[in-house]
């Protein structure tokens, strides 16, 4: 409805203004999600004279929330019994793609808040930087976190996704680690130094930080 849009829009735009912390949460990336999304970071890169970094910083975005989409997929998947072997990249992704289309994912989105698997994006802007975290509450283990940060350190050597993914080819395309390689390359193709990207977990949760300078 074209009013109620307008009233999020206003509220998120007062939420900016204010420099208040926003959090928009979803259960599977939809289209109106995914605007809302945009509208937040288009506003605060725009009142920061930062629109030029617009594109690459919201494909980081979006890139982080499909990696937390899919690991609360790959949940109901295990607890569905739909998966066989956790260990087997190849099937889980074949799997992933089963409930990760256009056609699926309203119901996977359904499944997925009842079981409270949610991705939560915050947007917080401190000291003229923008702290985006993406979390879900699928905790990793030790050897995955270390796996990621050494992708994100191989990442970093190249400039280009393309010529990444030449020498360091995935089997399974679909997998976290082409994601993270991308925003990798992404925020170095703005200026944007790797570190300000980092992936940590605890015992309950994931966290996908970025920090973007506004100065």
Known sequence: MPGEKQNINNALHDAIRKQNEIVIVTYALLEDTEEKIKFVLAKILEKYQKEEIFTAVFSSIKELIANSTKANAKKILLDEGKIDNPDDVMEVVEKLRTI????ALLEYGIKAKGKKLSTRIHFHVENNRLIVRVINN?????????RIHERIEKSAQYD???EFYLENPDPAAEGMGLGLSMVVVLLKSVNIDYRNFSMTSDDKKTYATLVVPLD
Do not use: M
């Not at 699928?138 to 270390?146: A, G, V």
């Open 100 to 103: 990760l289309n256009e056609e």
């Open 138 to 146: 699928i905790p990793l283990q030790q050897k995955d976190l270390e």
């Open 160 to 162: 280009s996704i393309a």
